[in-house]
């Protein structure tokens, strides 16, 4: 019989999997079925972001709950981005430095950061932030 808090915490890092695996079809869908070109702010979350998929899965197949110790310096990372990159897109940061240069997209440009009229950084925070939240609310190893 299986106890409450091992189920709790497949079932958090099953979401937290999911979300990831979101993310990382959404970015690809973006970049390559819509051409939108990734800033380098959307560059380095999706560096912090694609692994987590497979970090994930991996704990989840072996059912084991300590993958979330792997995946957490990803996503404080990611989410430590996608906050700066929030910051400028919201003009809360000065756009001077932003580490967008003229030869790529801009990482706070209102047209290119959008999809289906959502910002983009806002979207990543907020998976950023979910995936954080199951990871440290998990308590417990499933077997």
Request: charge should be neutral.
């Amino acid at each position: 019989m299986r106890d409450s808090t091992t189920s709790r915490a497949e079932t958090l890092l099953l979401i937290a999997f999911l979300m990831a695996l979101g993310a990382t079809l959404g970015a690809l869908f973006i970049g390559e079925v819509l051409g939108q070109t990734p800033c380098i702010l959307c560059w380095y979350q999706r560096i912090a972001m694609f692994p987590l998929v497979p970090i994930l899965a991996v704990g989840l197949w072996r059912g084991d709950a300590t993958a979330r110790i792997y995946a957490l310096p990803l996503v404080l990372t990611g989410l430590a981005v996608a906050l700066w990159h929030s910051g400028l897109y919201a003009g809360l940061i000065p756009e001077g430095v932003s580490p967008c240069t003229q030869d790529g997209p801009s990482c706070s440009d209102r047209t290119q950061m959008t999809i289906l009229g959502l910002p983009i950084p806002y979207l990543s925070l907020g998976c950023f932030m979910a995936i954080a939240l199951c990871l440290n609310v998990m308590k417990g190893k499933p077997s």
